[in-house]
């Protein structure tokens, strides 16, 4: 049993009937195209078998659209056409891609010349501080406390 419906399909084949799922596209023309082997319009390429006319048909997949050549009921080539403007937009990406990387270049260099001024003044305020090892802050070990001092009074 042949059937249209995807979902359906393989919804049948889980409980045990075999069926085979076909692919249907309309290309701009309104002419059907039907693909018997296949499920998915992902899966459309040369050597796919096709119910169709021999001839070119133009199929649309979201924004991109295909050529299909047709000969002897197989799909001859596919070709995919970018959408107009494509180039313009890529240009224009390009353009956007270089803008920013030189704008993160220059940052990237700008925190460079920071660190290195930290670095620099980190030193200078290392090299200002004063390390007292004097006996001031010195606590007195156990052993001093327990020794008796005397005085000689005289």
Do not use: C, Q, R
Not at 9 to 35: C, M, P, R, W, Y
């Amino acid at each position: 049993m042949k059937i249209k419906n995807t979902f359906l399909a393989s919804l049948l084949t889980k409980i045990g009937h075999e069926v085979k799922a076909e692919l249907v596209v309309d290309d701009a023309n309104g002419v059907a195209l039907t693909f018997p082997d296949i499920s998915d319009i992902s899966e459309i390429a040369a050597g796919v078998a096709v119910d169709a006319p021999d001839g070119t048909y133009v199929i649309a997949n979201g924004a991109d659209s295909w050529t299909l050549v047709v000969a002897g009921g197989l799909v001859e080539s596919v070709e995919m056409n970018a959408p107009e403007g494509a180039e313009a937009s890529s240009e224009e990406l390009d353009a956007e891609v270089a803008a920013v990387l030189t704008a993160v270049t220059d940052e990237v260099v700008a925190l460079k010349a920071a660190n290195v001024k930290l670095v620099a003044e980190l030193k200078d305020l290392k090299a200002t501080l004063k390390h007292d090892t004097g006996d001031k802050d010195k606590k007195p070990a156990a052993a001093d406390k327990e020794k008796i001092n005397f005085k000689i009074v005289g």
